[in-house]
């Protein structure tokens, strides 16, 4: 059963930088499964930030492009969303997402607190 922490929210200024971490905690092979960054702001509904494959090819939303890098390192069992050049649109909950190659439902995390405001 997979089981996926995520840390790294905060407040932070516009502008500014947030690294938010997730990570699998049951030892599934972590390199079996996609990871995806999504977030939901109040009153939105869940939109998808960031994605990559078990060999690191990433996809990103138009919204984030340029400014978000999504990694993984399928040793540690974990991945990272590098948010750079923050702006108060970006302020969400963010959820990691782990969905099986293959068939299988996807698991998510509790989410993590991103606020952008000055």
């Known amino acids: 059963q997979v089981q996926l922490v995520e840390s790294g929210g905060g407040l932070v200024q516009p502008g500014g930088s947030l690294r938010l971490s997730c990570s699998e905690t049951?030892?599934?092979?972590?390199?079996?499964?996609?990871l995806a960054w999504y977030r939901q702001s109040p009153g939105k509904q869940r939109e998808l930030v960031a994605h990559?494959?078990?060999?690191?090819?990433?996809t990103y939303a138009d919204s984030v492009k340029g400014r978000f890098t999504i990694t993984r390192d399928n040793r540690q069992s974990s991945a990272w969303l590098q948010m750079n050049s923050l702006k108060p649109e970006d302020t969400a909950n963010y959820y990691c997402?782990?969905?099986?190659?293959?068939?299988?439902?996807?698991?998510w995390g509790k989410g993590t607190l991103v606020a952008v405001s000055s």
């Open positions: 990559i494959t078990s060999s690191s090819n990433a």
């Open positions: 049951s030892g599934v092979i972590f390199s079996h499964y996609y």
């Open positions: 997402r782990m969905t099986p190659l293959g068939s299988g439902l996807p698991t």
